[in-house]
Each structure stands twice: as structure tokens, then as C-alpha cells.
């Protein structure tokens, strides 16, 4: 069984900067790829970012617009989620996920393991 772990999410002003980890412990650990997904309050589970554990592959949301990065260190066991220039509507729960299937990184369903979320709180 994989445990996930994240951290360094809290409360940053818009335009602020926050990393977030996503500590992996348990049985051997290789997944085929690591997920970020949030939730807002009212609203569904979306889609973030995704990266290959090999790290030939990365995919992001659109919305992300180029201030995500999704980056690992397999050493650690660790995945991490850059986000720059926050925005209110980046509030949400940042949940990391841990895929064993090579298809469909974008999609909730295709994630076995999921940790029990960080809060991120942009003010404006």
C-alpha cells in the first residue's frame, strides 16, 4: 500500500509563490505517473498537472498558463508542484496522486493512490 503525504500549502497574498510536496512512502514505489489534482469548495475535482516517473512526460491544464511546474525526485519518493503568480481562483484543496497506468494521466479515475490533500488560500 502507497501512503502520500503533501505539503506546503497555506494562506499567500495573489501574485505570491507556493511549492507543494508529495511524500511517497510504503511498497515499492513506481508508479507510472504522479497527478496533481484540487478541488474548490462546490466544485468538482480538476485536473492540474501529471508527470511521467520517468520524467519524459508532463502535461498540464490549461488553465495553468505557464505558472505550474511539476517536477520529482525519485530519490526522495517526492513530487512537487511549483505554482507562481497565484490567483484567488487558485483557492482549492491540492490533492497528489500516484497512477500505475501508462494512459490517461489527465483523468481522476486512472489514480489508485491519492494523499489527503494541502489547503492553498489566495487572498486578493
Known amino acids: 500500500q502507497v501512503q502520500l503525504l503533501e505539503s506546503g500549502g497555506g494562506l499567500v497574498q495573489a501574485g505570491g509563490s507556493l511549492r507543494l510536496s508529495c511524500a511517497a512512502s510504503g511498497r515499492t514505489f513506481r508508479p507510472y505517473y504522479m497527478g496533481w489534482f484540487r478541488q474548490a469548495p462546490g466544485k468538482e475535482r480538476e485536473f492540474v498537472a501529471a508527470m511521467s516517473w520517468s520524467g519524459t512526460n508532463t502535461y498540464y491544464a490549461d488553465f495553468v498558463k505557464g505558472r505550474f511546474a511539476i517536477s520529482r525526485n525519485n530519490a526522495k519518493n517526492t513530487v512537487y508542484l511549483q505554482i507562481n503568480s497565484l490567483k484567488p481562483e487558485d483557492t482549492a484543496a491540492y490533492y497528489c496522486?500516484?497512477?500505475?497506468?501508462?494512459?490517461?494521466?489527465?483523468?481522476?479515475?486512472?489514480?489508485?493512490?491519492w494523499g489527503q490533500g494541502t489547503q492553498v488560500t489566495v487572498s486578493s
Open positions: 496522486a500516484a497512477s500505475d497506468e501508462s494512459f490517461g494521466p489527465a483523468l481522476s479515475s486512472r489514480y489508485r493512490s
